[in-house]
């Protein structure tokens, strides 16, 4: 069996296309509900209460700004996935560590979403395992030498 030299890219794996694709088309959900968030769109945000409107559209800039990095570096990272970068995996892991960090802020808010039922607990352990699970697999995927 002959050894791949240093340096060289193996060939992706049939899996790579599938979780990369599966990473976009999920973190494209959480662009699509950052952006129109943002947007401040009546039709998409009318689902919610005044409530947690005044939380939405009073979040704090920084929490905002991690909360972008989240969905943004987790769709960005799924497309650096697919066109096999080793990039994806720092990008993934940037894109996970925001995510905890307005998961965290969220749960010990006073007025966070979890507490109106803006955002189910249990969504969140969903999501963070997505972006967990994305980040472990570009990690191995690089270590594997399938990204370049």
């Not at 952006?35 to 998409?44: I, L, V």
């Not at 909360?67 to 990039?87: D, M, P, Q, S, Y």
């Amino acid at each position: 069996m002959r050894e791949d030299s240093p340096g060289t890219t193996r060939r992706a794996p049939w899996h790579l296309w599938v979780v990369a694709t599966v990473g976009l088309l999920w973190n494209a959900v959480g662009v699509v509900d950052h952006f129109m968030t943002q947007a401040k769109n009546e039709s998409y945000m009318g689902r919610l209460t005044p409530e947690q409107l005044e939380i939405l559209y009073s979040l704090p800039k920084w929490l905002v700004a991690f909360w972008t990095l989240a969905v943004w570096g987790g769709a960005v990272g799924a497309v650096l996935l697919l066109l096999r970068k080793r990039l994806a995996a720092p990008v993934l892991l940037a894109s996970l560590l925001a995510m905890m960090a307005t998961g965290i802020h969220n749960f010990l808010s006073a007025n966070g979403l979890y507490r109106t039922g803006g955002t189910s607990p249990a969504f969140v352990l969903v999501i963070f395992l997505m972006a967990l699970g994305l980040w472990l697999y570009a990690r191995a995927m690089s270590g594997r030498g399938a990204l370049t």
